[in-house]
């Protein structure tokens, strides 16, 4: 469609294109020099069980303490006339289980009551499936949800009858619909017949999950995940791969299998910090390793596991005797090549089969795996060798990520790289949580690496803008300056993710994170969209870009300006991101030299995504606050002028014809 030429006109002014040359940053972008290839997992996510971002959040159970599994066996659970914990059940994982027995007189009631996490978030007109494992003969339950609210009567939104009828035990079924939103509901059982009821692994989720999956995920998290387009997935963690000791670290056997058998885990996240403790967080298993590798495959993602090395948390073990012995590490390794059957082995194979069984007799195709999360010291390298030995040799064409621990510099950063050249890794993930001044400094962190060695992946990674509770506008434009560094060195930066995803704003640990939500609603940060613009846009091909005829940097002399310049085969189009960290509007020209005289530039657009005020975030009451904008942009000829709004990230694409 050809827009008329007023109209481009308007559109450019409005995308701020200038009239005025003085002091112009002139960039140069070499159409005809196509280099280094994107990576298709270029822009990615982190997933970790941190911030109730699994049970609680991206996990769509609304049932806290399902199976009776956490330490004391009645958390989450309030109970009230003849209820006995029992520890025989029918799952040899979870033995525990209740029992309901007559409270002996007509009046008094037997059952009880579960909180969910932060409440139970219920939405009109949608349908939720309870579920639960039974035992006894003629008997009944009334299943209600109830509107937690102490000043008002706790009659029950929801009630439903279900009638126990067998001696043996069997899963039972309701589904019903909710007549009101509520964000805090709790679920209740009466037992309402003489005599006793067993009941084990009590579930709730909404009908209407990610895809249709019974033991689903959330909607609306999972759809936030998929509208990045995601080229790669790393789970599922993060410190929770180390665990606070080795009991506790992911166990990627224990999260696989029918799900009522999946033993509980400890979550380090919930003591991790004294300020955010809480006592009710652990792991369930129920999104495991399948169901990882399932939402890998759905949202588009190549699957990344991370699995131990045999140390656990280092930050809380200085004791040696906490890690696994280097002669020791047998189990610890064949766990990791069982992993890769579980993914990629055929229906015949031990591992293979469990994956079938499950639902998925076509393999994951995984091609990578990282073994150690953010481990230091020579005790890394030396447990890290044996992983690399035997992986090559069974699976040659699966790639290994090693790391290069916590910081983002220093003496351990210093230290590993040089190992992990040494037991070619083939990438080395790099984390910094950093201020904004890290962010400012850091736009040509790339240039000068050593192209002979692993590839990077900045495996976790967000600017902490102080004091804030979201994102604020400022941390995520500076993430995206930094990340065009990441770009312009795309040929040995291949992979790159946000850390954390997830935040329950009632449950969090750790912030800023990308996504925030309650039990109800989601937000998109800034941080996200910055995630999102560049995923959208990452193209197939770096193309060389100078600023007045140097190389862009976004360091001293170039006006607070970073930016970054694409081919996209499919769209044939160039695409360049220009990053204003500055608090003054910078007028700029964009030079596509090297067009073949009969090639034109059209169809221009411009995404901005700038704020009024920088401390802006968006919230669960605004989450629309801050969102990209996009408008069409009018070129003349090859050369583009434009003024870039002071604290704008812009993106200008043009289709090449
Ligand atoms: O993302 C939060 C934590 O930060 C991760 O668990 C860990 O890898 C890092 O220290």
């Not at 008329?4 to 960039?27: E, V, Y």
């Not at 004091?467 to 291949?494: P, S």
Request: proline share 5%; glycine share 8%; charged share 20%.
């Amino acid at each position: 469609m050809r827009l008329h030429k007023t109209l481009l006109a308007a559109a450019a002014i409005a995308a701020g294109m200038s009239l005025n040359a003085q002091d112009t940053s002139n960039f140069v972008i070499q159409t005809n020099k196509i280099g280094a290839p994107i990576q298709p997992t270029m822009y990615g996510l982190f997933f970790e069980d941190i911030n109730y971002a699994a049970d609680g959040g991206l996990y769509a159970e609304l049932i806290k303490n399902r199976s009776f599994e956490f330490p004391q066996n009645l958390m989450g659970w309030y109970t009230f006339g003849n209820v006995e914990l029992m520890n025989d059940g029918p799952f040899q994982n979870n033995p525990h289980y209740v029992r309901l027995s007559n409270a002996g007189h007509g009046h008094k009631h037997t059952g009880l009551e579960n909180e969910g996490f932060f409440g139970i978030g219920l939405t009109k007109g949608e349908s939720y499936r309870f579920t639960v494992w039974a035992r006894g003969k003629d008997q009944k339950i009334n299943v209600e949800l109830i509107k937690n609210n102490l000043d008002e009567n706790h009659q029950a939104l929801i009630k439903e009858d279900l009638s126990i009828n067998s001696n043996e035990w069997k899963k039972y079924e309701l589904v019903f619909t909710s007549p009101v939103t509520e964000a805090k509901a709790h679920l209740r059982i009466f037992l309402d017949s003489p005599g006793s009821v067993d009941l084990e692994h009590i579930s709730l989720f909404p009908v209407d999950t990610f895809n249709g999956h019974e033991n689903g995920l959330r909607k609306d998290l999972a759809q936030a995940l998929a509208d990045i387009n995601p080229g790669v997935f790393r789970f599922p963690g993060g410190c929770i791969v180390e665990g606070t000791d080795l009991e506790t670290r992911y166990d990627w056997k224990k999260s696989v299998g029918p799900v009522e058998n999946r033993p509980l885990n400890e979550n380090r996240w919930h003591y991790t910090f004294k300020y955010r403790f809480f006592p009710d967080y652990f792991q369930s298993y129920g999104m495991g390793f399948y169901e990882y590798f399932l939402l890998s495959e759905e949202i588009g993602a190549e699957p990344l596991p991370i699995v131990n090395c045999g140390l656990s948390c280092q930050f809380q073990n200085q004791d040696p005797a906490a890690h696994v012995a280097t002669c020791d590490l047998d189990e610890y390794i064949q766990d990791a090549l069982d992993l890769i059957e579980f993914a990629n082995g055929d229906v015949n194979t031990t591992w293979g089969k469990v994956r079938a069984e499950m639902g998925h007799p076509e393999p994951f195709n995984l091609k990578y795996i990282g073994v150690g999360n953010e481990q230091w010291g020579e005790e890394y390298p030396e447990r890290l060798k044996p992983f690399v030995t035997a992986i090559r040799k069974a699976y040659p064409n699966v790639q290994i990520i090693g790391s290069s621990g916590p910081d983002s510099e220093g003496k351990q950063f210093e230290y590993l790289w040089p190992e992990m050249k040494n037991l070619k890794v083939d990438m080395v993930d790099e984390h910094f949580y950093r201020p904004e001044s890290w962010f400012l400094s850091q736009g040509n962190r790339y240039d000068n690496y050593d192209r002979k060695g692993p590839k990077v992946f900045a495996g976790e990674y967000a600017c902490h803008g102080k004091g804030k509770k979201y994102n604020h506008f400022n941390a995520a434009l500076l993430e995206a300056a930094f990340m065009t560094g990441l770009e312009r060195n795309a040929d040995i930066v291949h992979m790159a993710t946000y850390a954390p995803l997830f935040a329950h704003v009632d449950g969090w640990q750790w912030r800023p994170d990308m996504i925030w939500f309650d039990n109800l609603n989601s937000v998109r940060t800034c941080s996200y969209y910055v995630q999102q613009l560049y995923s959208h846009n990452k193209g197939t091909n770096v193309v060389p870009l100078t600023m007045d005829k140097v190389a862009v940097s976004g360091q001293e002399g170039q006006n607070g300006l970073f930016a970054s310049a694409v081919w996209d085969g499919p769209t044939q189009s160039y695409i360049v991101k220009v990053v204003n960290t500055s608090d003054k509007a910078q007028p700029v020209s964009l030079n596509f030299a090297g067009l073949k005289k009969n090639n034109k530039l059209t169809n221009g657009t411009c995404i901005t995504f700038n704020s009024p005020n920088t401390d802006l975030e968006n919230t669960i009451e605004q989450p629309n606050a801050v969102v990209p904008q996009e408008s069409p942009v009018a070129i003349d000829g090859n050369m583009l002028t434009a003024d870039i709004a002071p604290h704008t990230f812009a993106i200008y694409k043009f289709n090449k014809q």
